[in-house]
């Protein structure tokens, strides 16, 4: 069995989602990469690195510079089908890519996509959240095609080092003119990604505004070399931009440690970080449902606590 990943990168860099992505596919045979993008060379031979690795497809064109699933999915779909035998799956990380490129490659397939994968169990069953991740689904496929996301958190990363993949130019499908790249507005920061951070401090509606969000949460997660996040309130209130928030319709991430500041913990929250190593909780309500699944609790004014916990390291 051939899977076909996606790899998720910025032009220059692999992104730490493939590597989980290339775990998960190495579990149902041979592991092929596909990097599309224009003038993306260098990515193809960082790609070619990955332990595990055996092939490595680089799609150079101007058409993919921006991952417009209506220009990549024909690429996608024409290596499934007909390159070199074709390739019995198509695996992509649950990002925003992955997500908005794979049901377009599966409806093209005409086959039924599998989401969200926590792990694979043969190479046709696997399982998946339900319920925001209160349950979790065992599904099987008939279909000949599989076309599968990954839940990055459930699998271990593939090492960067250790592969010596072929790489082999393909031909591409070029510009659909269905869908064109306008502009794009990215909140650059120096403090690391929530999906690759190590530790991450987030904060809640209990912050009451914006000022003072960023006087209470970012100097801890500064201290802490932490990204920031924040619950659906704290982003529905105004308080951050919504790529700060972690939850079901947010990021999902599984840091060391997770610290939530005046969060409450409602489920839609607790979906996108309980798989988080050590979670640390902060809130003034000792029944709030975070601290069910929190590993330390600390009850009290988040006001008092957070600036002296900021001092005291």
């Known amino acids: 069995m051939k899977a076909l990943v996606w790899v998720e990168h910025d032009g220059s860099v692999v992104k730490d989602a493939t590597l989980a992505t290339v775990t998960a596919a190495s579990k149902l045979g041979d592991v092929h990469l596909l990097v599309a993008g224009h003038n993306v060379g260098a990515v193809g031979e960082q790609a070619a690195k990955i332990a595990g690795v055996a092939k490595v497809h680089v799609a150079d064109d101007a058409a993919y510079a921006h991952a417009l699933a209506e220009n990549v999915a024909p690429l996608i779909v024409e290596l499934m089908a007909n390159h070199e035998g074709g390739h019995d799956a198509f695996v992509a ?21 599998i989401s969200d994968i926590l792990s694979v169990e043969s190479p046709d069953t696997f399982t998946r959240p339900i319920y925001a991740g209160n349950a979790i689904a065992t599904v099987q496929t008939s279909d000949k095609k599989l076309v599968i996301t990954v839940r990055g958190t459930a699998f ?11 790489i082999e130019a393909v031909g591409t499908t070029g510009d659909t003119g269905k869908s064109t790249f306008v ?24 912050l009451q505004n914006s ?9 801890l997660a500064d201290k802490l070399g932490a990204g920031v996040g924040a619950s659906r ?37 607790l979906a996108g970080m309980k798989d988080s190593k050590t979670i640390i909780a902060i809130n003034k309500d ?19 606590i957070v600036p002296e916990l900021t001092g005291k390291l």
Not at 93 to 113: C, E, F, H, S, Y
Not at 187 to 197: Q, V
Not at 211 to 219: A, K, L, Q, S
Not at 251 to 269: L, R
């Open 93 to 113: 990380p649950a990002t925003t890519n992955g997500k908005n490129i794979a049901p377009r490659v599966a409806a093209l397939l005409d086959v039924m996509q």
């Open 183 to 206: 502009s794009a507005e990215i909140a650059k920061s120096e403090r690391p990604e929530l999906t690759s951070a190590k530790i991450i401090v987030s904060g809640g509606r209990a």
């Open 233 to 269: 309130a704290a982003v529905d209130a105004g308080y951050v931009p919504n790529d700060y928030q972690v939850g079901q319709t947010g990021k999902i991430v599984a840091p060391e440690v997770y610290i939530a500041v005046g969060i409450s913990g409602a489920i839609q929250h």
């Open 156 to 166: 271990e990363k593939a090492s960067m080092e250790g592969g010596s993949a072929a």
């Open 211 to 219: 000022e003072n969000f960023h006087e209470i949460i970012e100097p």
């Open 286 to 304: 000792e029944d709030a449902p975070i601290f069910q699944v929190a590993d330390i609790g600390l009850v009290g004014d988040l006001f008092k």
